[in-house]
Every structure is written in C-alpha cells, then in structure tokens.
C-alpha cells in the first residue's frame, strides 16, 4: 500500500499544532509534557524553561511529577558556569551528560525547598550568571545537551533545548520524569490516548498540560525549520565525471543531518532547469535506479549514493519514519527516509537556485521519481 500525501499532510499538521501549541505554553511560563519514542526510554517527563522556574512549578515537580527534577542546559552555559560534567563509573549511564549538582550562592536556606530550588534554576538561566554564583555539591542536577539537538541524541535532554530554540528563550529548561500511581513512569502512549476532559482525579493531574513527543519535535526540525545544518557546496564539473559535460556541479555537505541524508551531488546540464526534466538518479556503486527522464533531455541531474535497499518504500506513517531508538544519535535511520530527506533538501536548493516559477507542490507534480512512494511525504512537507 502506497502512502498518501493526504494522509502525511494530516500526520504533519497535527504534529505541528503540537508543537505550536506547546512552545506557546512553554514561551508563556507553562509546564508541556514531553514524551520520547516508545522504543527508547518510554518515558515522559513534565518541563518548563528555567527563567519561569518557581516555587509553584517546582512544587509540581516534586510532590506531582516525583521523579528526578534535573535541568537540560547547553554545553555553552554550562562550561560559562562553570559545571563539569559527572565523573562515570564503568556501566553508568555513558549516554547522559549528568554534571555536578549546584545551588545558587545567594538568597537561599538549605537549598532544598521549592522555592530555593525554583531559585537555583532560574539563575542558570541569566545571561549575567558566572560560576561564582553558585555552589557544589546542591539540590538542583545540571544535564549537558549534546550540541545539535535532536539530530545529535535522541533524549529528552535535547528535546527541551528544541522547545527552547523555538521559543527564542535561553537553552536552559527544567525537566523532571512523571511517575504514575504505582511509582512507574508514565508512558507517553498513556498520554497520547488520554481525554483532558476524562477525568480530573488527582492521579490524572498531567492531563491539561499540553503534550509533545520527541518524534514530533524531530520531524518539526527536519521539515518545518530553516534548513542550516545542510548545505549545498560548488565542485569543479570534473569531480563528478558524468558521462554528459556539465555547467555546474554542487555536492551535499550533511554536517549535523549526516545520519539522516545520504551522500548526493547534482550536475546542471542547463541554465534553465525545469521540474519535469530532472533526472534523479539513485546507485549504490553496483545498480542505478533512474527516473524516466532520459540523460540527454536533463536539465539536471541529481544523484543520490544509497546503501543496498535504495527502493525500499516510504513508511506509511509519520511515526514510522525514523527509529529514536538509539541512544545516541538517528543512525538507525531507515534508508528509505534518508532517501526522502535528501531528495527534499536538493529539489528545495534547486527551487531557489533555479528560480522556479512554480510553487513547489506544482513542481513536484511535474517530477517523476524513482520511487513513487516518496512522493507523499515530499507534497504533504510542500503544503505545509
């Protein structure tokens, strides 16, 4: 069964509207629960940004939430405070950037309480803050993010500097997991298929915070951000050693996406390019799967160095389309999304480069593709 763009543009526009709708709450000074993929921790946890930090919320966190009420900052505000990273012991928790633990220096009691805590976090925050305005060992846990974000570990550590990012608010922000009733984590799925409106016990506290998952925070940076951590670079026409001389030649440098594209170059036969005269190409050294353009009528040439399972499908759903499995990293990437993305990152730099005249749902409609399945997910990232 082939996925449909219509189906896509529905998955895509309800992970957007969560995402929209957390970052409004959370930009405000509002707790959002954050969920990861359920194959990895299979956790959720209840976040808001440090500058917001206060007792109230804080207090939540502890007698509510009940887990390990810590604060996701970015290597850069850490090592300007002065936090160094835990020292681990052989089987530790490798993939977690735990540091030492702090409190604020000043205008605290013990450091314990809510509102000291509520203090202490708020201050990691401040632009102004030095590593002489705090104390260790305390009662508030610093995790460094990995630089990158999402595309550099998959934890709930990068997932809240993300909803930094698209609030504009510093990268510190409080995290804390949700235990049930039973001392359990709250699964996310638990979450997902809850009713605000069900009930209002007090073991269902969580459910009027608006949710957002890892995965739908993921997808919102790969296809709804401005694209940076990928670009296009110019070669000499001779580095690609096509078999048809070319004007130009560009060759994809991933940077941060490296697990998530797949090596690709595209050749200019032509000052015009137009989209039904694209050829895509895909080979992994052995094979080549083209599209129906001939080589001699291509405007263009866009070649895509892909592993054995080049034609794989696309996956039928949003949520299938990347494993967050891993604890590190998205190198389990499935290749037919990688396949997906990379195609999206060159047919965008061809739209501006070419000057299209058409929009790019218009565009596509006009492209053949070597693997038909693609052609969902790439309208449905169009129409968003």
């Not at 001389?245 to 595209?266: F, H």
């Amino acid at each position: 069964m082939q996925p449909s763009a219509s189906t896509h543009s529905r998955e895509l526009g309800a992970m957007r509207n969560r995402v929209m709708r957390a970052v409004e709450t959370f930009a405000r000074g509002g707790a959002v629960l954050v969920g990861d993929d359920g194959r990895r921790e299979n956790e959720a946890d209840l976040v808001f940004h440090a500058l917001h930090a206060s007792p109230a919320l804080v207090n939540v966190a502890i007698r509510k939430a009940c887990g390990l009420l810590c604060v996701s900052v970015s290597n850069e505000i850490a090592d300007r405070l002065g936090i160094p990273t835990a020292p681990k012991w052989p089987g530790g928790m490798a993939h977690t950037g735990f540091t030492l633990s702090v409190d604020a220096r000043h205008n605290i009691t013990s450091g314990i309480s809510a509102t000291d805590r509520a203090k202490t976090i708020a201050l990691m925050a401040e632009p102004s803050a030095t590593q002489h305005d705090f104390l260790s060992p305390g009662h508030v846990f610093p995790v460094r993010a990995q630089d990158g974000g999402l595309l550099a570990r998959t934890g709930h550590t990068e997932a809240v500097l993300e909803l930094c990012a698209l609030a504009g608010l510093p990268a510190a922000a409080a995290m804390c997991e949700i235990l049930d009733q039973h001392g359990e984590a709250l699964r996310p799925n638990s979450i997902e298929r809850s009713d605000a409106a069900q009930s209002s016990s007090e073991m269902d506290w969580w459910r009027t915070f608006p949710y957002v998952s890892t995965v739908d925070l993921l997808w919102h940076r790969l296809l709804c951000s401005p694209q940076v951590a990928s670009v296009w670079r110019d070669i000499p026409v001779t580095a690609l050693e096509t078999e048809r001389p070319s004007l130009k030649a560009w060759r994809l440098t991933p940077l941060l996406e490296a697990d998530v594209l797949v090596p690709a170059s595209i050749a200019l036969y032509s000052n015009t390019v137009r989209p039904e005269a694209l050829r895509i190409r895909l080979t992994n050294g052995f094979r080549t799967w083209c599209n129906s353009v001939p080589l001699e009528a291509a405007d263009a040439e866009l070649c895509l160095w892909v592993a054995a399972d080049a034609t794989s499908p696309s996956p039928l759903h949003i949520t299938d389309f990347c494993d967050l499995s891993a604890k590190e990293g998205l190198r389990g990437t499935h290749m037919s999304v990688r396949r997906v993305l990379t195609q999206l990152r060159a047919l965008n730099f061809l739209s501006k480069h070419c000057e299209w005249n058409c929009s790019l749902s218009e565009a596509l409609s006009l492209l053949t593709l070597p693997v038909e399945s693609d052609r969902g997910l790439l309208a449905a990232t169009w129409e968003l």
